[in-house]
């Protein structure tokens, strides 16, 4: 029995062969750093570590990517990832155009779409729903919600609620687009409990695949100021994964599962993963998983009137 569902065999079986992802950087912001520095785990750069400057074209940065991809993996398939900042905080004349650009390559079966839960509009997803409908392609919106502890996403400076997340699903979920949901489960101030309620409240929205980062923090952040400064503590390497293995396990069981940890070259970042390589700390996660009996949703036993199946009404 497979532990959680992965991301690449989700691909594998939707498209009947490998696809990978290739990450474009536009010329956009995030609403969040328009009168400040945005949120307090952010960086001037965001999170584009691995994409091009947003003044390459959108099809040369495809192409360069693709050239390298294709030949280290054999993939012949792509999805367009419009991954840093806030894509949807372009006018939508632009964001238009972008997207276009990137579906003239024949090889390119889908796009999905970074942004913040408070930065999407009807008129935005009407356009995403033409591009499917007409041209076949696969649209994924990803939302950064991170937790649904409101008072942590206040201390992050994340600049939305619990509410601007759960009224984004709600708008996008009508027109049928994978919904993928980021989400830290180590940020300061979290603990277990918030982890376990963050994949609650996932598994009872019309989300499709998660991403679970493990908090980095990079220079020029304001979080860094604070770690150096000795106002915040970090949980240890142990206390995640049980975080991440209990967020699993109460997460829907049909929900994919893209990514458990995250990934930053070392320069960047003051602190990331303990010092620890991203696989080994898989291979932690996997046999800390095994030895507590659990399997993706294996405790997802709280949606659709729990409380009558217990008292067998």
């Known amino acids: 029995m497979e532990l959680y569902n992965t991301y690449s065999a989700h691909l594998k079986k939707r498209f009947g062969e490998k696809v990978y992802k290739l990450p474009v950087n536009l010329p956009v912001t995030c609403p969040n750093r328009m009168e400040g520095r945005g949120c307090s785990f952010c960086a001037g750069v965001g999170t584009g570590f691995e994409a091009m400057s947003e003044t390459v074209p959108v099809k040369d940065q495809l192409n360069r990517t693709k050239a390298y991809i294709g030949k280290r993996y054999g993939a012949k ?18 964001f238009r155009n972008y997207v276009l650009e990137a579906l003239e390559e024949e090889d390119i079966v889908g796009i999905s779409i970074s942004t913040r839960p408070d930065c999407i509009r009807k008129d935005y997803l009407e356009f995403l729903n033409e591009i499917q409908q007409e041209r076949g392609a696969a649209v ?15 201390k992050m400076n994340r600049g939305h609620t619990l509410a601007e997340y759960l009224n984004a699903v709600l708008l996008t979920a009508p027109f049928g687009f994978e919904i993928c949901t980021h989400v830290i489960l180590n940020l300061p101030g979290d603990t277990v409990e918030d982890a376990v309620e963050t994949a609650r409240v996932i ?30 503590s970090l949980c240890t390497k142990e206390e995640y994964i049980n975080r991440l293995a209990e967020f699993v396990a109460e997460l829907r069981k049909d929900i994919v599962i893209e990514r458990l940890f995250s990934r930053v070259p070392e320069e960047d970042a003051v602190f990331s993963n303990w010092g620890v390589s991203w696989w080994k700390l898989k291979d932690l996660f996997e046999e800390t998983m095994k030895q507590k009996g659990y399997v993706q949703g294996c405790r997802c036993n709280y949606l659709d009137g729990a409380a009558l199946r217990r008292w067998r009404i």
Request: hydrophobic share 35%; glycine share 4%.
């Open 203 to 232: 598994s009872a929205l019309p989300v499709s695949v998660v991403k679970a980062h493990s908090l980095y923090i990079p220079k020029n952040s304001v979080l860094y100021e604070e770690y150096r400064d000795g106002k915040i």
């Open 77 to 94: 398939k792509f999805l367009a990832y419009f991954q840093n900042y806030t894509n949807t905080f372009l006018p939508i004349g632009e």
């Open 140 to 154: 994924t919106i990803e939302f950064g919600l991170q937790t649904v502890n409101y008072h942590t996403l206040k």
